[in-house]
């Protein structure tokens, strides 16, 4: 799908023959989500609706709909494989669900993370209405640093779980009335509020682990900073986080990953500029030495920073 394009598509069963009605909605849910099988307590006159909202990165569907029961067998996970998430959201009735040895039983204030990456099964009453959110793998993988406990339920009732359950309620209250980039950031604040839900960074020692990330983001960075290639980016891949978790830590400690990495290099340019051993070098040699783009870049942030060009400052450790 092109980028910048956001989409909402209502569908209902009431649109066909009730005899249809079971067929079309496993293909409607099948044409939007991974191969899974349909177990249907009536196959006549079955009723179901979904209002879906989508972009390249994330959906969000609210659905309602007859009992059901969904399942993902291991072959079906083989040949159609899909490691996103589901964060599973009930607003009325009950959903069982069931993965990985796990069992969940999601009721109102209630919501689990399943993976169709591997087999499950999930069972829903009759008057069961829903949220499922799809957050691509790699931005919850990234910050829990292992595969997140499946089929676990999460208390979206209070604290930071009623915050994320609020802000995907508001998501579908304006989804008439929001672009591309206004659902992916509220989808963005979603997935972070959800990490810490599930890390438990909404308890007091939450903070410590927002400051474990913080130490080891600044040690690697540190010792990468004149990798011209070094970006938050690249960063959150070596580390085997997300680039949301690392912003998340380094907003605590009140930078950004970018100034981070500029105030690293203009330490390490700094060092090398009153260092006897690099008199020999160039302003630009040392530039480029200790990762920044151009000479100019470095010039225009070391001014800002130190209040001095880089030559008065060599100049002035010269004349000492």
Same mark, same amino acid.
């Given at each position: 799908?092109?980028?910048? %394009? ?13 005899? !249809? ?9 099948? %044409? ?20 879906? $909202? ?27 494989? &899909? ?5 599973? #959201?009930?607003?009325? /009735?009950?959903?069982?669900?069931? @993965? ?5 039983? #999601?009721?109102? =204030? ?44 999460? &208390?979206?009732?209070?604290? +930071?779980?009623?915050?994320? /359950?609020?802000?995907? !309620? =508001?998501?579908?209250? !304006? ?5 591309? %980039? @206004? ?13 810490? +839900? ?31 290639? #070094?970006? =938050? ?19 605590? *400690?009140?930078?950004?990953?970018? &100034? +981070? ?12 500029? $009153?260092? /006897? ?11 480029? *030495?200790? /990762?920044?783009?151009?000479? %100019? ?6 001014? @800002?920073?130190? =209040? ?13």
């Amino acid at each position: 799908m092109p980028a910048g %394009s956001y989409l909402v598509e209502t569908w209902s069963t009431g649109a066909v023959e009730p005899w !249809e009605r079971a067929d079309f909605w496993s293909e409607h849910i099948g %044409s939007y989500q991974s191969r899974m099988g349909y177990r249907y307590s009536r196959v006549d006159n079955f009723l179901g609706e979904t209002v879906r $909202q989508r972009t390249e990165t994330y959906q969000l569907v609210r659905f309602r709909s007859d009992e059901i029961a969904y399942s993902r067998t291991a072959r079906q996970v083989r040949e159609d494989p &899909d490691e996103d998430y589901r964060l599973l #959201l009930p607003l009325t /009735g009950e959903i069982v669900l069931r @993965q990985d040895g796990h069992e969940a039983r #999601l009721t109102p =204030g209630t919501g689990t993370l399943v993976s169709f990456g591997s087999p499950f099964e999930c069972l829903q009453d009759a008057s069961t209405q829903a949220y499922v959110f799809t957050i691509p793998a790699r931005e919850v993988d990234g910050p829990l640093n292992r595969r997140s406990p499946l089929a676990t339920g999460l &208390d979206l009732s209070r604290g +930071l779980g009623r915050v994320v /359950g609020s802000m995907l !309620e =508001g998501l579908y209250a !304006e989804r008439d009335d929001l672009t591309d %980039s @206004q659902f992916n950031a509220v989808s963005d604040r979603v997935v972070e509020l959800l990490c810490m +839900l599930a890390t438990g960074d909404d308890r007091p020692d939450g903070a410590r682990h927002l400051t474990d990330v913080e130490t080891v983001v600044r040690r690697h960075v540190r010792e990468h900073a004149a990798d011209p290639g #070094l970006t =938050g980016t690249s960063m959150a891949r070596a580390l085997g986080w997300s680039l949301r978790q690392i912003q998340l830590a380094l907003q605590h *400690a009140g930078t950004t990953p970018r &100034d +981070l990495i500029r105030e690293e290099r203009l330490r390490l340019f700094r060092e090398r500029l $009153q260092c /006897g051993d690099c008199e020999h070098l160039t302003i630009t040699d040392l530039a480029y *030495a200790s /990762g920044f783009s151009s000479a %100019s870049a470095l010039s225009t942030a070391f001014r @800002q920073r130190f =209040g001095v060009s880089p030559r008065e400052m060599r100049n002035g450790v010269r004349g000492a």
